[in-house]
């Protein structure tokens, strides 16, 4: 009897040292076991984003480019060819924040399986070029916890997106923290500009820090070994 009592009092403080350094983890870092998976799934998007750009854009999407003049129009064109190309959950380019030391891929859509793979575009929102809002949500401490650092982003960083048919530079211009329930924050305002968000405080989803930035500049090339297209 005493030897099972011990048995079960080895265990339990065992479960209780797992428990307290899973704790640990979340706390310093962020959580473990989903950040795991969270890796798996984030490499699964980036084959998905490498076999679109090899496929996008096309031939024929830059052939219809001949009639759009200058960067923004043709960068309007191509991401409206995009828009139509993508299924939700597919990874479709990359967001880059060098301030917090962010450079990630970026998943199309924002239910629950999709930010288990990345930041996730806002179904209701522009692609970028589209001359709109884009709305982008991460997680703050699971699922590789992109936006852990959300808080840290000051007005004047930069927040570079990256899409199969062009490069687009944000410039933050400010930082907010408002309900969960407020989805205007992600509303079009007559121009381009990126607006990402997340859970706040850290452990929390009492409220939602967003950081908005608006379009700097739009740089066009191909896919496929990166070749630049002339404007």
Request: aromatic share 6%; hydrophobic share 40%.
């Amino acid at each position: 009897m005493r030897r099972v009592l011990r048995i079960i009092s080895i265990s339990l403080i065992t479960a209780g040292l797992v428990i307290l350094t899973d704790v640990g983890m979340t706390i310093a870092w962020q959580e473990p076991v989903s950040s795991i998976y969270g890796s798996v799934k984030q490499g699964q998007a980036a084959d998905e984003l490498e076999r679109l750009e090899e496929a996008f854009p096309s031939a024929g999407d830059l052939e219809a480019l001949q009639d759009s003049n200058g960067v923004r129009e043709k960068a309007r064109a191509l991401a409206e060819s995009f828009a139509g190309a993508v299924d939700t959950g597919q990874g479709i380019g990359r967001i880059a924040i060098p301030s917090i030391d962010i450079d990630t891929v970026l998943v199309n859509g924002t239910d629950t399986e999709t930010l288990q793979r990345g930041p996730g575009r806002f179904p209701e929102t522009a692609f970028p070029g589209q001359d709109k809002t884009i709305g982008i949500a991460g997680h703050r401490t699971t699922y590789g916890a992109p936006f852990r650092h959300i808080d840290d982003i000051e007005v004047g960083d930069d927040v570079l997106v990256e899409m199969p048919y062009a490069a687009f530079t944000y410039e933050v211009s400010k930082t907010e923290i408002v309900d969960p329930s407020n989805i205007g924050v992600v509303d079009d305002v007559g121009h381009e500009r990126v607006v990402l968000t997340a859970c706040h405080p850290l452990y929390s989803a009492a409220q939602r820090y967003a950081v908005f930035a608006e379009l700097e500049s739009v740089s066009l090339f191909a896919a496929t070994g990166r070749r630049w297209l002339d404007p």
